[in-house]
């Protein structure tokens, strides 16, 4: 049988890993997504909208380092542009290929459907590479391969998404087979010289300092190469403070004796913000500081920073190009000098552990008692997906026993991003225990995705946390808007089983009711168990209504006069 280029995107997919690709069929793909599924190496897994098939896809590039969304034209395309964002600001490698307009229209000026209604087609590709690391459009067969393998490799080292749009006439035409994948996958490594001599001048501008902290950010993961190992040594190396920003939580192990908490200034955890302040040197591996994760700017270190990024180091006085994360975290932690003062400083003042109050069985549940009941059921199996909403300081306060992962995005921050995102990292790792924590706004956006979950046997398990709106946003400005419509979230899972699922909903409203339905989700392993916990819409977090503070303050801020 004829080798078509949709038998050579498959091939690809493969080989770099791509297990399972996630679909929403449309008459521009079709044929593409035969080729696909034809491949023993591929399943197609398909979702209930395009949102959430970017979503799902961004999900599955955590746990499997690289994912693909397969949409049609236009009207897939547009909505699977949000899930493309949020791989972009979550540094994930997510191929978005869409179906295309056949190759014959635009030269005879066609009218088509799943277009703007007029015969220039190319918006789609100019608009996919902004939020693209490369961006291709395959006009003819031949060139398929040159511009398959440059967006793939442009992902993968990039580590961003990419975009490769098929004609629905080309997919099955005719193409050569591929050549060896490391064409494609091979790695960049570090310039020789430059990593001598970012490690040397590093360990000698730490040697010159007297209290060093390692402030870690979500981009360690990201960089792969075995950049999480190499900091561990680093740190040992070290014997300094390590502290972790909230994108972070999980990078570096809570229970190594260096960890310090979670940094976010005044919503801080484990007094995490004192050392960071005392430091006269903060070595920052992959940070990313934005609005949200300094607190309004409130928390943005106010000493100068020394930053090691996935491909370059920066630091008072030197910057190094082509120094690849992993190697020189390796590299500097045979340089550098032991200096454990920040440690001995964090000894004497962190927090001593508080004692936890553990609600009567009968007590209407609040927040403090669902995070004592999650923080139980959290073991090293357990991957925690956090919804942005209160979910985000609810999660950032547990601790994380070794093994347990933890999954936040705090970037993009789109709401109803873990439902999606936490079923397609499960079909990656079947092997664990995924619980996802999720506010009742953020569940409203794409709860569609649990009938997925449902139809793949997925035993996640949702604590959906209904304090009747959207809470975070009340605590930065509250409006009439943040009201939303009550669901009976238990029922809806049940509607989502059809006449074959296995998705159980429970709610609870004391303490005791949140422990049974804890118990039967443990128990349910053929599939869903959503837990609808209410409680009192202000019961929030007083990280929340902090941070909020200062988020709406710095959104506040008046706009500059010319001149000024
Ligand atoms: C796609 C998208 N649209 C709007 C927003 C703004 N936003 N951020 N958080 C929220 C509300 C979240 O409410 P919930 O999930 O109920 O969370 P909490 O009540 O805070 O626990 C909104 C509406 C957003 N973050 N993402
Ligand atoms: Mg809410």
């Not at 870690?216 to 900091?231: D, F, I, S």
Request: overall charge negative; aromatic content about 8%; charged content about 20%.
């Amino acid at each position: 049988t004829k080798y078509t280029v949709g038998d050579y995107l498959a091939e690809r997919l493969a080989q770099i890993g791509i297990r399972h690709h996630f679909v929403v069929p449309g008459d521009y793909n079709l044929v593409l997504l035969d080729k696909l599924q034809a491949n023993p190496n591929l399943t197609e897994v398909g979702c209930a909208n395009e949102l959430n098939c970017s979503l799902a896809a961004e999900g599955y590039a955590r746990a499997n380092g690289v994912s693909a969304c397969v949409v049609t034209f236009s009207v897939g395309a547009l909505s699977a542009f949000n899930g493309t964002g949020s791989a972009y600001a979550e540094n994930l490698p997510l191929i978005l290929i869409s179906g295309s307009p056949n190759t014959n229209d635009a030269s005879q000026f066609h009218l088509l459907h799943h277009t703007l209604g007029t015969t220039d087609y190319s918006y789609q590709l100019e608009m996919a590479k902004k939020i693209t690391c490369c961006a291709v459009a395959i006009a003819r067969a031949h060139e398929a391969p040159r511009l398959i393998d440059r967006a793939i490799r442009h992902a993968l080292l990039a580590r961003k998404p990419c975009y490769i749009e098929i004609p629905t006439n080309l997919s099955g035409a005719e193409c050569v087979r591929p050549g060896p994948i490391s064409a494609v996958t091979d790695p960049v490594t570090s310039d020789k010289a430059a990593l001598e001599a970012a490690a040397n001048c590093a360990a000698e501008y730490l040697s010159g300092k007297l209290k060093p902290v390692i402030l870690v950010g979500p981009k360690l993961r990201r960089a792969g190469e075995g950049a999480e190992e190499a900091l561990i040594k680093l740190a040992e190396a070290m014997g300094c403070a390590v502290a972790v920003q909230p994108a972070a939580k999980g990078m570096f192990p809570e229970d190594h004796k260096q960890f310090v908490g979670i940094f976010w200034g005044t919503v801080s955890t484990d007094a995490a913000d004192s050392i960071v302040h005392w430091a006269d040197a903060l070595l920052c591996v992959g940070t990313v500081f934005t609005d949200y994760s300094t607190v309004g700017w409130t928390a943005m270190p106010d000493i100068p920073l020394m930053a090691a990024e996935m491909d370059h180091v920066t630091f008072p006085g030197a910057h190094f190009s082509r120094v690849r994360l992993g190697e020189f975290l390796s590299h500097l932690a045979t340089e550098v000098k032991f200096n454990n003062s920040t440690m001995i400083e964090y000894n004497r003042l962190k927090p001593d552990p508080v004692l936890v109050h553990t609600a009567a069985p009968g007590d209407e549940l609040t927040r403090k008692e669902i995070s004592r009941q999650i923080q139980a059921h959290i073991d090293s199996k357990t991957t925690l997906f956090v919804e942005t909403g209160d979910s985000w300081f609810n999660g950032v306060q547990f601790k994380l026993p070794p093994g347990a992962l933890f999954e936040i995005e705090m970037a993009w921050g789109h709401i109803g991003w873990s439902i999606p995102a936490a079923f397609g990292y499960a079909l990656r790792h079947p092997d664990r225990k995924i619980v996802v924590m999720v506010g009742d706004g953020s569940f409203q956006v794409t709860a569609q995705e649990v009938s997925q979950m449902v139809r793949f046997n997925l035993p996640i398990t949702i604590i959906l946390i209904n304090n009747r709106g959207y809470t975070i946003e009340v605590e930065i400005h509250d409006g009439s808007y943040n009201k939303i419509k009550n669901w009976n979230y238990a029922l809806l899972v049940h509607a989502f089983n059809g006449e074959d699922g296995n998705a159980k909903g429970l709610s609870a409203r004391t303490a005791g009711e949140l422990q049974d339905a804890i118990k039967v989700a443990e128990e349910n392993t053929k599939g869903p168990t959503l837990i609808e916990c209410s409680i009192d819409q202000d019961d929030c977090s007083r990280e929340l209504i902090t941070w909020g503070h200062f988020v709406a303050a710095a959104n506040a801020r008046p706009p500059r006069l010319p001149g000024v």
